[in-house]
């Protein structure tokens, strides 16, 4: 069945024993703490879920996490998903050290909104709750929590719950819901088996949906997981939704050794690395930090160990703002605008967070370059143009795929084709699926043209090369030949031969009198040769041209479709047309297969030019050699262009 289910997420923050359990419990009539030991001992120890019924009949989703200092990394699991917070401040103990760290962490991961909840006001007189009120107020000045309302309630005695029951439904309300387009990425909370079912994971979808039969991939595992079923909210839905607390059933994926941390995601839309580029801001209450300073990475559900790489300073103060790289001990996913945590290794404490700029793989980097690269990065912004625009920069005469544009602005491919069509600093080559700036397709150009004329230097009257002979480069590499040779085939001004070679038109200008002279002669001995062609030397002998005056000629000759190059001699190409044709008449009388005799016979040749004749016409696509059999190739287009030519 489908579920209403209003796609925003609020989740707990506060000191341990604050009565954040019990706070939910009495809004929901849901027992988050699930394990045994949580309720033995009292103490929230890992992630709880439970519903609260809207007053249209929807549910909204309620995560209660951890208070106690050892389970931090718990609370930030929970807390990377949610949209809305209640931070519950105990009236009679008012703020308490993870009350601090945990709004630090609801503002770094710049959560939303949320409302202040002052609980077991039964237990403290006026006063005592009016002081833990101003603690507390003057705790989130600054902060995401700054404007949130103050409600005070007592669990025990229900006095505030309906209240804070309505604000927190108006709050939850007033909040734009996750966006359900987009790639499908749900970071695992949750891994466990049940009867039947097999293996489920559960967690918070950040975009996209998902619906029964699909495929996953576990990142960073790389492995597929079929989705046999979904549950949200205490029932079986339909899909799984962006802003939904949710359970796949996977069972693929017991053998894989899936846990907390890891991503599951529609297959090929994100990657994973173990370098994470940031922007990152230090809390007021950090120490300062020095460069490789062995840090915890928090992001989605995941922390990794690994060192802080500061690359324009040595170290840092309280309260800055910089980029930075981290460089991890194991592979996490994530996505470019993903917020994160920092904490230290050792004492293990919150000293920043932010904004993921970039995914990559650990490797040899310049500090001061990488550090400049990324403030390019920043000033990009979140705006999709500007980003477009940085990665094509950074990327520079090779462009990018569409896929890799795509996977780094987590935009889906036709988005990022719209985008590129309104753009004109962009161009697109479509058979690659490639974007470059128009910039370096115009220079690309031009030092393309100007490696043509340097090839062709010693040949002036030649036009063409072969297309392997166009050298890469640092500014000219092969994404960009390839480009810049079909924008120009578009536009009529190269043409593409039938073996490898590309010919300029815009170089076919008229020759001078007496070169055109020379080129006649050549031409019309080619030709009244017939199928005793002359070579090289005869050729020389009979127009009085030798070296590269008389290869430019030839070559020109080739360019224009006058002469073709057949072993060591030059035919007339109307001779070499007759024997394609002599060729294929030969082969339809005998079955598609070619009688050599015969053909020998009918052009009157020797041996000595009917072998290179018949390797050419293999070349040229006519006929094949197998087994040494000579047989006609019926399908080939050069068939199909003698035969229309009949």
């Known amino acids: 069945m489908a579920r209403s289910i209003h796609p925003v997420v609020v989740g707990t923050a506060g000191h341990i024993d604050h009565g954040k359990s019990s706070l939910v419990k009495a809004l929901t009539g849901i027992d988050p703490d699930r394990l045994k030991e949580e309720k033995l001992r009292g103490l929230t120890i890992d992630l709880g879920f439970a519903r609260m019924k809207l007053a249209d009949g929807r549910l909204l989703g309620l995560v209660d996490v951890p208070g106690h200092e050892r389970f931090v990394r718990n609370m930030v699991a929970g807390s990377t998903g949610i949209d809305l917070a209640l931070l519950i401040v105990a009236a009679d103990d008012g703020v308490m050290p993870q009350t601090v760290e945990h709004v630090d962490i609801l503002d770094l991961l710049q959560v939303r909104g949320g409302l202040i909840v002052m609980t077991k006001i039964d237990m403290v007189d006026e006063l005592l709750v009016e002081v ?170 995941v922390e990794v160990r690994g060192q802080l790489l500061l690359l324009d300073r040595d170290a840092v103060q309280p309260g800055e703002q910089f980029v930075a790289r981290v460089e991890l001990d194991e592979p996490v996913a994530c996505h470019p605008g993903d917020r994160f945590l920092l904490r230290l290794q050792n004492p293990v404490v919150t000293v920043g967070g932010g904004r993921v700029l970039r995914l990559e793989h650990s490797g040899r980097y310049r500090r001061k370059e990488l550090g400049s690269e990324l403030l390019g990065l920043v000033s990009a912004g979140d705006r999709p143009e500007a980003r477009l625009m940085h990665e094509l920069e950074q990327a520079g005469p090779p462009g990018c795929p569409v896929d890799d544009l795509s996977r780094a602005l987590g935009m889906p491919d036709e988005d990022v084709l719209k985008l590129v069509d309104e753009l004109p600093q962009l161009e697109l080559h479509r058979r690659a699926m490639r974007v470059f700036l128009k910039k370096h397709v115009a220079d690309g150009e031009t030092e393309l043209l100007q490696s043509v004329d340097r090839m062709l230097a010693r040949r002036p009257a030649a036009a063409s090369i072969q297309r392997a002979a166009l050298r890469t480069t640092r500014t000219l590499p092969q994404s960009m030949v390839d480009f810049v040779v079909d924008r120009l085939q578009e536009a009529g001004r190269v043409r593409a031969g039938q073996r490898g070679q590309i010919l300029f038109l815009d170089r076919l200008k008229p020759l001078p009198p007496e070169q055109q002279r020379h080129f006649d002669q050549l031409v019309s001995n080619c030709d009244a040769s017939g199928f005793r062609p002359p070579d090289l030397a005869e050729l020389a002998a009979a127009v009085g041209l030798q070296g590269d005056a008389l290869m430019s000629l030839l070559d020109r000759a080739q360019d224009e479709g006058l002469v073709d190059k057949v072993g060591d001699h030059y035919y007339g190409s109307r001779t070499v047309q007759a024997v394609l044709r002599a060729v294929r008449r030969n082969c339809l009388a005998n079955g598609e297969v070619l009688d050599i005799p015969k053909l020998r016979d009918e052009l009157d040749t020797s041996r000595k030019y009917l072998i290179p004749l018949l390797e050419h016409v293999d070349a040229l696509g006519l006929t094949v050699l197998r087994g040494g059999v000579r047989r006609l190739l019926p399908s080939s287009d050069l068939n199909r262009q003698l035969a229309a030519g009949e």
């Open 132 to 301: 833990a009120e101003e603690e507390v107020r003057e705790l989130v000045k600054g902060t995401v929590l700054e404007r949130a309302e103050v409600v005070r309630v007592s669990s025990v005695t229900g006095d505030g719950i309906d209240v804070l029951r309505q604000k927190l439904e108006r709050l939850a309300m007033s909040v734009e819901p996750r966006q359900h387009h987009g790639p499908f990425r749900m970071p695992i909370q949750r891994v466990f088996s049940l009867d039947g079912i097999g293996t489920v994971v559960t967690g918070i979808p950040l975009s996209g949906t998902v619906s029964p039969g699909a495929e996953l991939e576990i990142l960073p595992l790389g492995q597929r997981v079929k989705v046999r079923g979904i549950h949200a909210y205490g029932g079986k839905v339909d899909e799984a939704v962006a802003g939904h607390s949710t359970a796949l059933s996977v069972p693929d994926a017991k053998e894989l050794g899936v846990h907390r941390g890891m991503v599951a995601a529609e297959p090929g839309a994100f990657r994973s690395g173990d370098a994470i580029d940031v922007d990152l801001t230090l809390t007021g209450r950090a120490p300062r930090l020095e460069h490789r300073v062995p840090v915890r990475f928090h992001t989605g559900t």
